[in-house]
């Protein structure tokens, strides 16, 4: 009976564990129940490539992003894009939180007044595009999260971990889409 509580208790725990795809990290808090909100760019299609227009090579603009489909009980939400293959470990492109919980869309350029910047690797409150090695085929995740609060209490320019550390708690579904690119 013993081992039976055990089991149970280490199977819920685990089952709160969730990995972000192609990342390495794992969210601790999203729920078990499966939600159907999505997130995707009319600009690539998810595992495409980015076109370069969005990159260092072009006019480093964000992409155009849309979802749906959140929980009931979307305060808000927290955008995160970054490229877990870059040689130094995973690199920060974009940080923004704070988004109004009935957004839907992100136009393209640098939509800031929609949420509040956080500072990315490059040392910038903007979207970054890629801009990988030359010849080095690179990752992009632009991964979206629905909070359950409207604000996460962070000054502009907070970095991507203390994003991490307000949401804790806080998430109720994430959805992502993947674009490639090569120089």
């Known amino acids: 009976m013993m081992c039976r509580i055990v089991f149970l208790l280490l199977a819920a725990g685990l089952a709160a564990c969730r990995p972000v795809a192609g990342t390495g990290r794992v969210v601790t808090d999203v729920p078990e129940k499966e939600v159907a909100m999505y997130l995707r760019s009319s600009a690539f299609e998810n595992g495409e490539s980015i076109p370069k227009r969005y990159t260092c090579e072009g006019a480093d603009v964000s992409p155009p992003l849309e979802w749906g489909a959140p929980p009931e009980g979307t305060r808000a939400f927290v955008l995160i894009v970054d490229d877990p293959d870059a040689p130094g470990g995973t690199w920060v492109h974009w940080v923004l939180y ?12 640098n939509p800031e007044s929609l949420g509040v910047a956080g ?60 674009g490639t690119y090569r120089r």
């Open 98 to 109: 704070d988004l109004l919980g009935d957004t839907r869309t992100l136009p393209e350029g």
């Open 119 to 178: 500072i990315n690797d490059f040392r910038r409150t903007a979207y970054g595009g890629p801009c990988p090695p030359k010849g080095s085929p690179h990752r992009y995740f632009f991964t979206l999260y629905a909070v359950d609060v409207p604000s996460l209490g962070l000054p502009r320019g907070a970095s991507r971990r203390a994003v991490e550390k307000a949401m804790q708690g806080h998430i109720l579904a994430q959805a992502q889409w993947m």
